[in-house]
């Protein structure tokens, strides 16, 4: 049994920041990779950020240099801190483990950016 639960949500205003939790309980180990998508509505669910075992990164272009993702592997929880956030950034985030063939996500959490 897999559980993700993420938190940290809320409204900010365009240029502000926020910081996103992701706490996994269950099977996940500190060898799986852990990645945050979002999605507004009316939009499909886009990948912003994923982080490896060993610390490597990547994200997507509309988010590279204001948004960063680290993982504290004793916690099981993984982070997404989040500056400069502007309009377009408004969605529900949510936290992603592939395991063993099956992906997992977690409730999502709301992040609203008002101009």
């Known amino acids: 049994q897999v559980q993700l639960v993420e938190s940290g949500g809320g409204l900010v205003q365009a240029g502000g920041s926020l910081r996103l939790s992701c706490a996994a309980s269950?099977?996940?180990?500190?060898?799986?990779?852990r990645r945050w998508y979002r999605q507004a509505p009316g939009k499909q669910r886009e990948l912003v950020a994923a982080i490896t075992s060993v610390g490597s990164t990547n994200y997507a272009d509309s988010v590279k240099g204001r948004f960063t993702i680290s993982r504290d592997n004793a916690k099981n929880t993984v982070y997404l801190q989040m500056n400069s956030l502007k309009p377009e950034d408004t969605a529900v985030y949510y936290c992603n483990v592939p395991l063993y063939g099956i992906d997992y996500w977690g409730q999502g959490t709301q992040v609203t950016v008002s101009s």
């Open positions: 269950g099977s996940i180990f500190s060898r799986n990779v």
